[in-house]
């Protein structure tokens, strides 16, 4: 049988719905963007399980655990100087079930000068994996990519 609110569970205590997930992505998302375009990276880690296996589009083949993905992301903010980068996320999809989550979505990433200036941009496809736990839904699977050309093997870094 079904229980309601307040038959049996405080709401504090009771376990998130299918709906509540779906939320806690979209905030996810929401954090990662503030996070990225602020360079934060502490408040961008709390995303992420100590575990994570990140399988990111550039350079390396894998990051194992979250120290690893630090020192990625706190290499990337550095690299970006006084500018930043604007992060928006457009064909979302989410796949909830009881203490996990799937998204994916094209991600855009558009370089922004100090004095606010757009300096170019670039897209990924994205796909998170999240499991709960407690109240937290934290990633543990990330996987960027962009589709490679047939005819020249290059990487396709805008959506056509």
Known sequence: TRRRTGQGRSPVNRRPTVSDIEKLVLRGLDTYKSAVLAKNADTLMHLYDAEVRVFDTWGVWSYEGAAAWRVAIEGWFASLGTGSVRVSFDDVKILAHQGFASMTAIVTYA??????????????????????????????????????????????????
Do not use: C, Y
């Open 111 to 160: 370089g922004v000068s100090a004095q606010g200036e757009a300096l170019g941009a670039m897209q990924n496809r994205i796909s998170w994996v999240l499991k709960t736990s407690g109240h937290v839904l934290r990633i543990v699977h990330e996987h960027t990519s962009a589709p490679v050309g047939f005819e020249d093997s290059k990487a396709m870094l805008t959506r056509t």
